[in-house]
């Protein structure tokens, strides 16, 4: 059986804007560690970054395509897509956390969902995050000057996909991933991988007869899950391509995780990803994030690669 694989989120990739503000948000605003700074392997042109928590650690890693400048158009959030992307935080944050953002300027929506404490607000392209404040959090989190252990992100809470129905969505979730429908409220409607948990929630959002997504800037591009090893990889690619028919990608090596592509029924595109190697893997954990990262074949033009890519500014204390 292949439906336990599946361990909770892995990480969750975005297309967003400018590079500079991308980073300043999720490094300085949110706290976020960068822990990789490469490029995408498709356009060197376009930096990709990895946040997360000290090392990276699968189910804490948001990982941004700043495109600025590169021709791609604002895209519209919509169904077929992941909605939301949503941090855990302890309970008590909260207010810490909404000061912290209107302070910036950001509009912030307060409300509870689920029971639990929830802000809404938006990134700098326009993607909508949440801050959901929970006390069942063990992971540790990365600390900075400004944002401490009491308050600072431990990861990923939930993603809420955005589905035109959403029935197959559940059937798929719960027969092939092997998650539990755990809660519902209105249209939307929780579900659990393995034990549950904070980075192990996807919430599904029935939007009958909304705009379908458009991918661009300020949306999501897709979710990765994570499995344990290639073996559990290439069981869940057996299962989903050979006996499901479903198109998946042949597995890619993206130089920190294994992973395969698909469309899920809801039209969500869906990743999974092996948790090894991780992000130590070509530089130390203390020295994560600093240093440009190539992949082997482009090694031979770093030159001519960093003097395309936009400078950024990163401040003395990071
Ligand atoms: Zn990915």
């Given amino acids: ?112 969902k689920f029971g639990n404490p929830t802000l809404q607000f938006e990134d700098p392209s326009g993607l ?69 948990g904070p980075g192990q929630y996807v919430d599904v959002r029935e939007d009958r007869g909304a705009e379908r997504g458009i991918n661009g800037l300020g949306t999501v591009h897709h979710v990765a899950w994570r499995v344990e090893h290639d073996e559990a990889l290439l069981a869940m690619r057996s299962r989903l391509a050979d006996e499901l028919g479903f198109k998946v990608t042949e597995v890619k090596d993206r130089n920190y995780f294994h992973s395969i592509y698909f469309r899920m029924p809801g039209e969500v595109l869906f990743e999974i990803a092996t948790i090894p190697p991780g992000f130590a893997i070509d530089e130390s954990v203390e020295n994560l994030g600093q240093s440009l990262k190539l992949p082997e074949w482009e090694e031979p033009n770093r030159a001519q690669i960093e003097n395309g890519l936009p400078k950024i500014k990163v401040p003395d204390h990071v």
Avoid: C
């Fill in 128 to 196: 909508i995050l949440e801050i959901t404040g929970n006390d069942e959090d063990e992971r540790k989190p990365w600390v900075t000057a400004e944002i401490g252990q009491q308050e600072a992100i431990r990861g990923f809470y939930a993603v809420t996909l955005s589905v035109a129905q959403a029935p197959s969505t559940f059937d798929f979730l719960a027969k092939e991933f092997g998650f539990t429908k755990v809660a519902s409220e209105g249209r939307i409607t929780r579900f659990a991988a393995q034990d549950g």
């Fill in 1 to 112: 059986m292949a439906n336990n694989l599946i361990k909770g989120i892995h990480h969750v990739t975005a297309t967003v804007n400018d590079a500079q503000e991308d980073y300043d948000f999720y490094t300085q605003l949110l706290g976020q560690r960068l822990v990789k700074k490469t490029v995408n392997f498709d356009n060197n042109r376009v930096y990709h970054f990895y946040y997360g928590d000290e090392v990276g650690t699968p189910g804490t890693i948001m990982t941004t395509f700043p495109y600025k400048g590169q021709g791609v158009r604002q895209g519209r959030i919509g169904t077929g897509q992941v909605a939301i992307t949503g941090f855990s935080a302890p309970t008590g944050a909260i207010p810490f956390w909404k000061r912290r953002l209107q302070d910036a300027g950001l509009a912030v929506a307060e409300r509870t």
